[in-house]
């Protein structure tokens, strides 16, 4: 009886995937770990943005299917239960921040679908500690027929090969219910602890920001207020965190602005780092970063900074 062609074989690469030690005795692989798994998938995330978007337009994969030996399947499965779903919502999370922060530069971010989805899949070509990726634009059968991209990393090299298959060497993959995910697209970008957080704390208060450059033109940057304490800065600032309000643009200084919320009194105050502030036509005395000096900030206020750009504030 023929013996089956391996995948690798059919697609004329066999050779990619051999190990030169394949004759003698086969050192034991690491098992993969959630980490290692996190990881590949905001790779390939990125990989996508780079190679499919255009012009000001943000494009990227909306299914992600992650191939691997049967038994790291299973050791994988069985081991650590549940897990898989956990690294889909955290991974999910990682894509809407860099989302928002295409958005808050002005590209264009829409989606190409309506859902994400995740599948975990096995083909008993792959080796112990290999890992493939198959991304798609749609999720499901609405693709056409032409070749896929692949990515796969033997473990034994640790080099990735990209190549184009057809749709039906994806007929060799085993699929399993436990390891598909399906979780709809938030065209408001919000992550989990956003989405969850409770409605009379769901933000302190929304800024608006109109930008002088042409390709902010017609476009407001918004930000909210999730923390009792942010940090307006500007186009060199670098951190990423959810209390750093970020205006990409060299006319707002880094930092310039401490803006707080004072749950005694119900009020927000403000200290200006920048150059110029002016608060409600009034210029703001400008204070130390060490050494802030606070001022009363009414509610649907109006700030200029150094007389360029305009920011208002509007209490949730």
Known sequence: MEQKASIWKRLGIQDWFLSPAQNGSKKKQPALTPDDVYNYVLSKFNDSVRELSFAD???FYHEYIICFNPA???A???NKQGLFGLIVN???NK???TLKQYRTAGKTVKPSSSKWVFRLVSHPDYQPGDIGFIGKLMPGNTQKDENLKVTFIPRHTGIAQTL???QDVLKGFNYYSEGYY???YNEGLETEEERNAPRDQKHYARF???LPEKQFAGKKVEFLMLDNEIVVSGNDETRTERNIFRIPTDWVNTPHLKIRYNNSDGKFYLASFGEKTILNENDVPQSDVNEPKWVDVPVNSKILLNGIVGVNIFKS
């Open 76 to 78: 994988f499965i069985n």
């Open 57 to 59: 337009r943000v494009v």
């Open 95 to 97: 894509f809407y921040e």
């Open 208 to 210: 608006e920001t109109i």
């Open 164 to 166: 184009d298959v057809s």
């Open 90 to 92: 955290e991974t999910i």
């Open 182 to 184: 399906e979780v709809p």
């Open 72 to 74: 790291d399947y299973n």
